[in-house]
Nanobody, 124 residues
């Protein structure tokens, strides 16, 4: 059974930084593509960033490009989301997800396993 567990959320001032972590247990971590999504109150869940199995290819939503960085450590079975220059509009619950297949990494429907989410709040 695959488990996905996020950590690292919290309250931060605008312009600040946070690093989210996501630990995956179960099957071999290096066989999963990984993604981060977020959901703000009253809004749909949206794509934030994704990374392929090896870590060589990354994808970002336009709204976070240049501010967020996704990375992974296949030995530690963990994926990270470094978030810099945070804005109030980044406030949301952030979800980590894993996908088995080599498919469009930006679509949440393509992910098979999800964590419970971690709250990120950016105050102005």
């Amino acid at each position: 059974q695959v488990q996905v567990v996020e950590s690292g959320g919290g309250l931060v001032l605008a312009g600040g930084s946070l690093r989210l972590s996501c630990a995956v247990s179960g099957r071999t971590f290096s066989t999963y593509g990984m993604g981060w999504f977020r959901q703000a109150p009253g809004k749909e869940r949206e794509f934030v960033a994704a990374i392929n199995r090896s870590g060589a290819t990354t994808y970002y939503a336009d709204s976070v490009k240049g501010r967020f960085t996704i990375s992974r450590d296949n030995v530690k079975k963990t994926v990270y989301l470094q978030m810099n220059s945070l804005k109030p509009e980044d406030t949301a619950v952030y979800y980590c997800a894993a996908r088995d297949r080599i498919v469009d990494a930006t679509r949440l429907q393509n992910y098979d396993y999800w964590g419970q989410g971690t709250q990120v709040t950016v105050s102005s």
